[in-house]
């Protein structure tokens, strides 16, 4: 991951953009909320003072180039990080109190930029593997087939298929995943985390290594995933056109710190967008 020192910069407020949300009241109609979130590697500063919420039900853009903070951000979401300064509230919850363990089941799903499944299981395994989150019987229960175990396996099948139908898997269903070209299998790993029943679903990159066309699909998956799962979702993606088509809102980060927050056609438009894509002076 690429990290830059930089001078503070004065935060822009945005035509039309309400000021930023000083308090858990004032946030109280957001999922997710990110209070002055600062992450330090050896005097390095990934992220300088962060804030932004995550209404419900919103598809959310975080965009920005190679080495804003988008990636180190997602993983303090889901606790693979820890934060030198700051707060992350879920659902009321604050985040820093959490388990790495316990993040799925609190109802926070994500996929990876690098593809993390595993190779030699079929497509409908893999997908079950999600379900880990909801399951609540354990070793000796299963072992002993103890009162509830047949009915965790019965429900987990059932919402497996249910998410193949869905993602349109069913051709591949019983096929090893390592036989799978890689936009499939981007599908499955999309499959896995849905099938943890998320509240707020994190999408890192989910464009990466796709062609055009399934590109152009992605985005009606995605709005399709928002509305039949009534979920929020958040979204890491260098693909402009993507985040701008999908995004009801967009976050943009420069190193480490935001520089703008608004609607997709206010953030296009925002000069130190423009600046930090383009290299062009305001």
Known sequence: MQTFFAPKARRVQLPGESQPLTSDAAAAG?????RDLCVRFRGITALDGVSFDVARGQITGLIGPNGAGKTTLFNCLSRLYEYSEGRITFDGQPMEKVSRHRVAGLGIGRTFQNLALFASMTVR?????????RTRKGFFSNALRLPGVAKEEHDSDRRAEELVRFLKLEAVADRRVADLPFGTRKRVELGRALASEPTLLLLDEPAAGLNHEEVGSLGSLIRAIRDQFQLTVLLVEHHMGLVMSVSDRVVAL??????????????????DVVQAYLGAES
């Open 30 to 34: 957001a999922l997710l909320s990110v």
């Open 125 to 133: 395994d893999n997908i079950k593997v999600g379900r880990h989150a």
């Open 254 to 271: 420069n190193f480490g710190r935001k520089i703008a927050d608004g609607t997709p056609a206010e953030v296009r438009a925002h000069p």
